[in-house]
């Protein structure tokens, strides 16, 4: 028996490749379902990594942090709904890739995007976040863990001088940050420590 079945449902649901944010009717201004124009995956493993939305206050931090200006290029690896590339876009007007390989969160992604009229500047990419091509990328936000930051090293190795990096939380093991900051969200009243490469 699962302790959780809301748990439970979801991950079935998400192995059949349908859930309940699927069977909505969630349209574009144009008519056309979401899902005619994004398809999703089905899930191809677990995700080792719970999604925790960040607050509203400490993602405009991050941006800030960063110092994202409209010539950049955003890439957030667990992007889950959205906010970051989201809000990167409509506060900078830059480009922003948001990667996921949850379907579910990448469907509360493409909608959101959707919901704030962003399609030209955003995509989101449903994608194993150390299959990505980080290349294209001049800022990369993460909220993952240490462990996962770490593993990630090879592909941020390859980003091109000047880019910035800006963890949420967890540092990257062996490399010095350039800023620590510690911020105090109005929303949840935690302390989030931000880190800056």
């Not at 889950?80 to 949850?102: E, L, T, Y």
């Not at 009229?117 to 980080?134: P, S």
Request: aromatic share 6%; hydrophobic share 40%.
């Amino acid at each position: 028996m699962c302790p959780r079945p809301w748990i439970c449902l979801l991950v079935a649901a998400a192995l059949l490749g349908s859930s309940p944010v699927a069977a909505q009717d969630h349209r574009y201004a144009d008519g056309q379902a979401v899902s005619d124009r994004t398809p999703v995956a089905p899930l191809a493993r677990i995700p080792a990594i719970v999604f925790i939305p960040t607050p509203q206050d400490i993602v405009e931090k991050m941006l800030e942090l960063a110092a994202v200006q409209n010539n950049d290029v955003v890439y957030d690896l667990g992007c889950g709904d959205g906010r970051i590339v989201v809000a990167a876009a409509k506060r900078c007007g830059c480009r922003a890739v948001g990667c996921d390989i949850d379907p579910l969160r990448v469907r509360d992604a493409r909608e959101n995007v959707a919901r704030n009229g962003l399609g030209h500047l955003v995509t989101i990419e449903q994608k194993d976040l150390f299959q990505v091509d980080l290349t294209p990328a001049t800022v990369v936000t993460l909220y993952l863990s240490t462990a996962y930051n770490a593993r990630l090293l090879p592909q941020l190795d390859k980003l091109k001088p000047g880019s910035r990096i800006v963890c949420h939380q967890f540092g990257i093991p062996g490399r010095k940050p350039r800023q620590v900051v510690e911020v105090k969200s109005a929303q949840d009243r935690r302390v989030h420590i931000l880190y800056l490469y």
